[in-house]
């Protein structure tokens, strides 16, 4: 059985930085392709960053620039280095990975920002 747990979550000032971390059990080939979004209050969730099966990654409008996905397959995890946070970076974020057209997502872990 797949599953896919995020950590690393926590609360910062603006402009520190934090590495999410999404880890996979159950299956290699999950990590594949995985994204990370996330969902402040109100708001709809969001994609924030992806990468592929041949390491091409995408970046949200608002990642670029300060965030950097990243794989490590002897750990089956992927990481979301997150640098120059902001106010507006707070919300919860979670791990999505697609295994045979099935999509897999994890319990979210929270990211706050303050000013």
């Known amino acids: 059985q797949v599953h896919i747990v995020e950590s690393g979550g926590d609360l910062v000032q603006a402009g520190g930085s934090l590495k999410l971390a999404c880890a996979a059990s159950?299956?290699?080939?999950?990590?594949?392709?995985i994204g990370w979004y996330r969902q402040a209050p109100g708001k709809e969730r969001e994609l924030v960053a992806a990468?592929?099966?041949?390491?091409?990654?995408n970046y949200a409008d608002s990642a670029k620039g300060r965030f950097t996905i990243s794989r490590v397959r002897s750990k089956n995890t992927v990481y979301l280095q997150m640098d120059s946070l902001k106010p507006e970076d707070t919300a919860v974020y979670y791990c999505?990975?697609?295994?045979?057209?099935?999509?897999?997502w994890g319990q979210g872990t929270q990211v706050t920002v303050s000013s």
């Open positions: 990468i592929d099966s041949v390491d091409a990654v």
């Open positions: 159950g299956s290699t080939f999950i990590l594949n392709n």
């Open positions: 999505k990975g697609i295994l045979w057209r099935t999509a897999y």
